[in-house]
């Protein structure tokens, strides 16, 4: 967990609302990912970006979600209005340089949705 | 297209005895495959893989791994299992071409029973 900064690691918002995740990636990496994690479709991939530019966002839900990477060091993904059914744990990993697709992840946000 | 099928969402197990969780996966192009530990709470961590020459491949706590194409198969073992593997499996498979997403299946979920 420790090449993967994500926060909040919890968040509680109510229907409607905007939510804003956040994941700090170590130096080094060259691509980045957002998974969701839900009992009923267990891990699942959201998004995925290669030196900072948006590969595959087909498994983004709806037009309801974006996801950013403005910088090598800093992504967002956000949910804006936020419904029920988007309470999950949001991962985010990286793969480094010198890894063969091995992908680190972080500590994961868990998101409740009411 | 990938998928992985992991046979048995729940397995039980008495301390010191085997541990084997089955995975099939199923791709288009040569695999690299994976297998992941999430303890409660916590981000996705790497117990070993695949990606190219032997195909029985070590990882961390003990466990091992078996590649074979002919059956398409990646099974997890331990010969012992302690009290501390209690846990939650992920097999995964990607392309080879690196820096590509991983597809995960359903899970397993590892009792050990003292």
């Known amino acids: 967990d420790a090449g993967v900064i994500q926060s909040p690691r919890h968040e509680v918002t109510e229907m409607g609302q905007e939510v804003t995740l956040r994941c700090k990636p170590i130096?080094?990496?060259?691509?980045l990912f957002w998974y969701r994690q839900t009992m009923m479709r267990g891990l699942e991939l959201l998004i995925y970006?290669?030196?900072?530019?948006?590969?595959?966002d087909s498994g983004m839900p709806e037009d309801r979600f974006s996801a950013k990477m403005p910088n090598a060091s800093f992504s967002t993904l956000k949910i804006q209005p936020s419904e029920p059914r988007d309470s999950a744990v949001y991962f985010c990993?990286?793969?480094?340089?010198?890894?063969?697709?091995?992908?680190?992840f972080g500590p994961g946000t868990r998101l409740t949705v009411l | 297209a990938q998928s992985v099928t992991q046979l048995g969402s729940h397995v039980s197990v008495s301390e010191g005895a085997l541990v084997l969780l089955r995975c099939n996966y199923s791709?288009?192009?040569?695999?690299?495959l994976f297998w992941y530990v999430q303890y409660p709470n916590q981000g996705l961590q790497l117990l070993l893989k695949?990606?190219?020459?032997?195909?029985l491949v070590k990882g961390i706590n003990g466990f091992e791994a078996e590649f074979k194409k002919s059956e398409t198969s990646f099974h997890l073992t331990k010969p012992s299992a302690h009290m501390s593997d209690a846990a939650e499996y992920f097999c995964?498979?990607?392309?080879?071409?690196?820096?590509?997403?991983?597809?995960f299946g359903k899970g397993t979920r590892l009792s050990v029973i003292a």
């Open positions: 990993a990286i793969t480094t340089l010198a890894a063969d697709n091995e992908q680190f």
């Open positions: 130096s080094g990496h060259n691509s």
């Open positions: 970006f290669n030196n900072n530019v948006p590969i595959d």
């Open positions: 791709s288009s192009v040569p695999p690299y």
């Open positions: 695949y990606t190219t020459g032997a195909t």
């Open positions: 995964a498979v990607s392309e080879q071409s690196g820096n590509t997403p991983l597809v």
